[in-house]
């Protein structure tokens, strides 16, 4: 039996999919499950089965597409139906702090659509371009200290100080592009910085962020058939840094909170990059050692879905990192201001560790077995 070219079991996912979006966000909810049913459906940008090791199914990558296009057409919309207030954040202040954000939706788009046509260089080149630009126009997106004496007489420099911090954004766009190799994982992520930064700053722009990315959770969860692809991981990562840098900048946030949020695709990308190099292999090449895969390899031996397996790993590490900033956030261990949450970022260093130790086995095995 199929509907639409769909089976059975699709419509059922796809009728699930559509209640919890409604039930969360009514008719915005509907509007975007469409949107992405629809953009799953197309034959092309789709993903190597293989490509990150535990997918299910051959998906497309233009989720992430859809999503921030989705969240741009409600931001401009919503004014329209009466839904107003900019709050403190920057996605609703300034227009201009979207543009790195589309800027890098794009070049992941390109990427999706040529499948990888562009070398790593010239990814590198295109990201420090953007963000270079974003940074020249918006200096306020560059911190004056961290805390840390050494970095701060370097930040005291404006050309150092712009060289820094742009060399981080670069670092963390990839971070969040390595890091989403699980249903769930990067989108949970985001969900969970923009309820918390939402409650305490407000915002338009925060509010779509919030809706797209959590309306694309529900559907990379139970379907699978779509994912962030780098348009996706670039522009929700571009979203994360823009806000991030703003509000620790104007002194919303702590350092050291926004380190337990955002701590495994930082602590991932660092990771994964001594782990090649040590290895002597290319720091550039990807591989399906991630401590994401090493959890999915474990969950297949419970449970028999591999997309319930792909989805329970991602959701598990996501819960694992920026689920305990939430947890702490509304326990109210401490301000987010506080850099308290220096024990916190501490304790999640020595879980991941311990976590990749005790879940074993190397990617060669996992393709062995």
């Known amino acids: 039996m199929t509907l639409l070219g769909l089976s059975s079991k699709d419509v059922i996912k796809l009728i699930l999919m559509v209640v919890m979006a409604t039930l969360v966000w009514g008719l915005v909810g509907l509007f975007l499950i469409g949107l992405m049913q629809l953009v799953s459906m197309q034959g092309f940008a789709k993903d190597s089965v293989h490509k990150h090791g535990i997918a299910e ?14 969240g741009v057409f409600l931001l401009m919309a919503m004014p329209l139906m009466g839904i107003t207030g900019n709050g403190a954040g920057p996605l609703g202040v300034d227009w201009f702090a979207w543009i790195p954000i ?3 939706m794009v070049l992941g788009l390109v ?3 040529r499948n990888d046509s562009l070398s790593p260089r010239v990814r590198l080149a295109a990201k420090a371009l953007i963000f270079g630009i974003a940074l020249w126009q918006w200096p306020i997106l560059i911190p004056s200290s961290i805390g840390a004496p050494v970095i701060d007489q370097l930040l005291s420099i404006p050309a150092l100080a712009f060289g820094l911090v742009l060399i981080f954004c670069v670092g963390f766009l990839n971070a969040v592009n390595m890091a989403d190799g699980a249903n769930g994982l990067v989108s949970s992520i985001a969900v969970i910085f923009y309820v918390i930064f939402y409650q305490e700053l407000g915002g338009l722009g925060f509010l779509v962020v919030l809706i797209s990315c959590s309306v694309f959770l529900i559907f990379n969860v139970i379907s699978g058939r779509l994912f962030l692809g780098d348009a996706g991981a670039y522009g929700v990562g571009a979203c994360i840094l823009v806000t991030s840098l703003f509000c620790y900048s104007e002194g919303y946030t702590s350092l050291s909170f926004l380190a337990v949020l955002l701590c495994y695709p930082c602590l991932d990308f660092v990771f994964s990059i001594a782990r090649r190099f040590f290895k002597g292999r290319s720091v550039m090449r990807p591989d399906n050692d991630h401590l994401h895969n090493r959890i999915h390899f474990q969950y297949r031996k419970i ?22 900033a939430l947890w702490g956030y509304l326990a109210a261990w401490w301000p987010i201001t506080s850099g308290q949450w220096t024990i916190i970022f501490a304790a999640q260093c020595v879980a991941y560790g311990l976590a990749y130790y005790l879940t074993g086995k190397s990617a060669l095995e996992r393709e062995a077995a």
Do not use: H, P, W, Y
């Not at 199914?57 to 989705?70: D, E, H, K, P, V």
């Not at 449970?303 to 305990?324: E, P, R």
């Open 102 to 104: 589309i800027g890098c």
């Open 57 to 70: 199914m051959q998906a497309s990558r233009l989720g992430g597409a859809a999503t921030i296009f989705g």
């Open 111 to 113: 990427e999706d659509i």
């Open 303 to 324: 449970f028999k879905s591999k997309n319930m397996a792909n989805s329970g790993a991602g959701l598990t590490v996501a819960a694992a990192s920026a689920g305990v």
